[in-house]
């Protein structure tokens, strides 16, 4: 649907209020706070035919500083580890030096970013989970350590056709605390 413009003078009715305001912007689907430290958690049933992307945010700590946080998709509950995740991401740190590469050939897992022990930010936008064709995705992750903080920026495609429905988020080592929500973007 195309965006309407109003000139002075024209009423701004009902049914245009509705219709404009239905059809823009991101709508929340679901989100799961976990105070209980967990290696992995489990989202199902968020992607479904409704919304072609998706904005997905975490804040959360990991109880052993310094670690990396994976992600895969899932589908019917079932965790999907088949080697075709595709992927590359620069990251910055603090410390000195300059940006390094990350790259995943054939992995059965995203690399999302870091995790340290204080507070950590990452957002995510996921494309086509649940249409047949490959799914992408993109991030930026933010890591607080104890004493260093560390930038990631990344994507990635699945080489699948696979309708995923879900994700896991997994932890490389230690637990993780925190919040994840999940928006549907709108398509005009």
């Known amino acids: 649907m195309a965006v309407k413009t109003f000139t002075q003078g024209e009423k701004l009715t009902t049914a245009d209020t509705n219709t404009y305001l239905a059809n823009s912007g991101l709508v929340y689907v679901t989100s799961t706070t976990f105070g209980s430290p967990q290696a992995a958690v489990n989202l199902d049933n968020i992607f479904t035919s409704t919304y072609a992307i998706y904005s997905i945010t975490f804040q959360f700590v990991n109880s ?3 670690q990396n946080m994976y992600l895969q998709f899932r589908e019917g509950g079932t965790t999907y580890t088949t080697a075709n995740y595709f992927s590359s991401q620069i990251f910055s740190t603090y410390l000195g030096g300059g940006p390094s590469a ?29 249409k ?15 004493s260093y903080a560390q930038q990631y920026v990344g994507g990635g495609a699945i080489a699948a056709t696979n309708q995923f429905d879900g994700i896991r988020v997994v932890s490389s080592s230690g637990t993780i605390t925190g919040t994840i929500r999940v928006y549907g973007q709108r398509q005009v």
């Open 102 to 130: 990350l790259g995943q050939n054939a992995a059965t897992f995203f690399n999302i970013g870091g995790a340290g022990n204080y507070m950590n930010h990452n957002v995510l936008t996921v494309v086509n989970p649940q």
């Open 132 to 146: 047949a064709t490959r799914a992408t995705l993109s991030w930026q992750n933010f890591m607080n350590g104890a």
């Open 64 to 66: 052993s500083d310094g």
